[in-house]
């Protein structure tokens, strides 16, 4: 989950593309700004809607994506490896954990939400 234009969206953080999404349909509704993107994307979808540098809160920690609008409503964002690698974002497969690391200092945050569910045994 994040916080986007102070709403709840679900997130599918996706390390098999290259750029990030956000619905259409939730753009489309919330008189967000888009511009038209500056290049071509090279994918099969009818889209030239971009929301540049949108702030998305994390647990508690902001960070900003340019998000491509992608026509689809089942899925809110995807974040992908062009903001996963930009703020050096760690997937911990095996512990199914998103590891944030912490800018203020050296170390590193696994998300509350990741915590809760390593605790209930996801």
């Known amino acids: 989950e994040c916080i986007i234009a ?3 969206l679900y997130v599918l953080y996706d390390l098999g593309v290259t750029y990030s ?3 259409y349909d939730y753009v489309n509704g919330k008189c967000f700004p888009t511009c038209l993107l500056s290049f071509d994307v090279l994918v099969s979808m009818p889209t030239a809607t971009l929301c540049f540098q949108t702030l998305i809160i994390i647990d508690g920690h902001s960070y900003k994506a340019d ?3 992608p ?3 089942y899925l809110d964002v995807i974040l992908g490896m062009d903001w996963l690698s930009s ?3 760690l997937i911990d497969c ?3 954990a998103l590891i ?3 800018l203020k200092d050296t170390g590193f945050i ?3 939400q990741t915590k809760t569910a390593l605790e209930e045994g996801a």
């Open 71 to 73: 026509p689809w409503s």
């Open 100 to 102: 944030l690391p912490n």
């Open 6 to 8: 102070s709403n709840l």
């Open 67 to 69: 998000l491509i609008c």
């Open 87 to 89: 703020y050096h974002i």
């Open 110 to 112: 696994i998300t509350n």
């Open 21 to 23: 999404f956000i619905s």
């Open 94 to 96: 095996a512990r199914k």
